[in-house]
């Protein structure tokens, strides 16, 4: 198995009594290689963009207090309209490696918004920069079949709890890494995101190990 070292929950706006998610926060043993994989899930289009912009910069200030290599992984919720406007995924790029910017060429998106006729890239995954960890090459990419989306489309198939079809409203975003020469892991981010956020919680449960980093 794959031992859990802490767990933590980060969050942006809890004293202001916002409704966003904390950012989850776990170190993990691979073989004796321990890294960091933050998950996250961003406050939804329905809120302004610069809470989705704060939770960026509060996840790259956690990135700068440890020089782990690190993942980060989710729903940042980042659409097209104000990713052009505002140029937010490039910008991450001083610290993070985001897949979709260095793989990926042929995917359409992980979600399709059917009011604007559009796909985009809500989910993503980030890799830390200069921390011996790196994408291995032609591994980013978004994950289809038969039973998450559609044959003539290719849009999701949301999950029915009635009929206990589908999976969900977003397409997952996938990768390999390589540490040390060696494959480290592959990552699912929509099943990802909610596995950790089990996972993190019940160890927290379990272990009283749960802390939360406050800003603003």
């Not at 782990?68 to 490696?97: R, V």
Request: proline share 3%; charged share 20%; aromatic share 14%.
């Amino acid at each position: 198995s794959t031992p859990l070292y802490s767990s933590a929950a980060s969050d942006v706006y809890k004293r202001q009594g916002k409704d966003t998610r904390p950012i989850l926060e776990t170190n993990i043993d691979l073989n004796g290689n321990v890294i960091k994989v933050y998950n996250v899930h961003f406050p939804s289009g329905f809120h302004d963009v610069s809470m989705r912009i704060d939770s960026l910069n509060l996840l790259s200030n956690l990135l700068k207090t440890h020089d782990m290599p690190t993942i980060a992984l989710g729903d940042f919720n980042i659409n097209n309209k104000e990713d052009k406007k505002f140029n937010i995924y490039k910008s991450q790029e001083k610290y993070w490696s985001v897949s979709h910017l260095n793989g990926c060429k042929n995917c359409k998106g992980t979600y399709y918004y059917y009011y604007e006729n559009s796909w985009e890239f809500l989910d993503s995954i980030f890799l830390s920069k200069k921390r011996n960890i790196r994408y291995v090459k032609n591994s980013i990419d978004v994950h289809t079949n038969q039973f998450n989306s559609f044959n003539d489309t290719g849009r999701p198939i949301s999950f029915n709890a009635k009929n206990k079809t589908g999976v969900s409203d977003h397409l997952p975003m996938v990768a390999k890494f390589s540490f040390t020469n060696w494959v480290l892991w592959e990552l699912f981010v929509t099943v990802a995101s909610k596995f950790f956020a089990y996972l993190m919680m019940s160890e927290m449960g379990r272990n009283n190990k749960g802390w939360s980093h406050q800003s603003n």
